[in-house]
């Protein structure tokens, strides 16, 4: 029981934490980027002990679970928004220069 409330404790907050710097990251922050790929390594071993099941079998050993999806899917949220956001900000510099 004690290890599932520590797990929690730290789960938590980290998925939090990779909300937020997903936010910030889809705005153009690149050092949020950056921190959202760590946290993203953090919850990838945080994640044990709540995997779920495997949607998507990669070898007869090793798939990607339910929860490694949070990580993948706020990954490459934070990636296109970050992408998107910086393609309009080059796009309004060509503009300015023209």
Do not use: C
Request: proline fraction near 2%; charge should be positive; hydrophobic fraction near 60%.
């Amino acid at each position: 029981m004690i290890s599932v409330l520590v797990t929690l404790a730290v789960a938590l907050p980290l998925f939090g934490a990779m909300v937020i710097v997903t936010l910030r990251a889809s705005k153009g922050d690149t050092y949020a980027l950056f921190a959202l790929g760590l946290l993203a390594v953090v919850w990838l071993r945080v994640n044990k002990s709540f995997e779920g099941p495997v949607v998507i079998r990669l070898t007869s050993d090793h798939g990607l679970v339910a929860s490694d999806l949070v990580a993948i899917v706020l990954v490459l949220a934070g990636l296109l928004g970050w992408a998107r956001h910086r393609r309009g900000a080059v796009a309004e510099v060509g503009q300015r220069q023209d």
